[in-house]
Nanobody, 125 residues
Framework: VQLVESGGGLVQAGGSLRLSCAASGLTFSTYNMGWFRQDPGKEREFVAAITWSGDSMHYADSLKGRFTISRDNAKNTVYLQMNSLKPEESAVYYC???????????????????WGQGTQVTVSS
């Protein structure tokens, strides 16, 4: 199984980025997907999650509607559209996958079986 993130980079505060996570080696449509982020020296935190069918999404409270998670099962890809980015949101962003029938809150990192290597997002002030 491979999860490969892309789309990170340097952006000014208030700008936007769209992250992608391409999955291979698994039946993508049977997995719920999540995005997490980690800044050096801090714990990894939940950003957003989407169910296997794409009909339900969950977001961290701090995002206040600025981020949108989506998926394309035909392309085995999950996306994270990030708008109005803030400098404190600079971090490595990871995507993760967990089987759709697995119990646990979408924010529960330990419930995810597979993780990508991450993509760096840097927001300049």
């Amino acid at each position: 199984v491979q999860l490969v993130e892309s789309g990170g980079g340097l952006v000014q505060a208030g700008g936007s980025l769209r992250l992608s996570c391409a999955a291979s080696g698994l039946t993508f449509s049977t997995y719920n997907m999540g995005w997490f982020r980690q800044d050096p020296g801090k714990e990894r935190e939940f950003v957003a999650a989407i169910t296997w069918s794409g009909d339900s999404m969950h977001y961290a409270d701090s995002l206040k509607g600025r981020f949108t998670i989506s998926r394309d099962n035909a392309k085995n890809t999950v996306y994270l559209q990030m708008n109005s980015l803030k400098p404190e949101e600079s971090a490595v962003y990871y995507c993760a996958a967990r089987l759709r029938w697995k119990f646990g809150a979408p924010q529960a990192q330990q419930s995810y079986e597979y993780w990508g290597q991450g993509t760096q997002v840097t927001v300049s002030s």
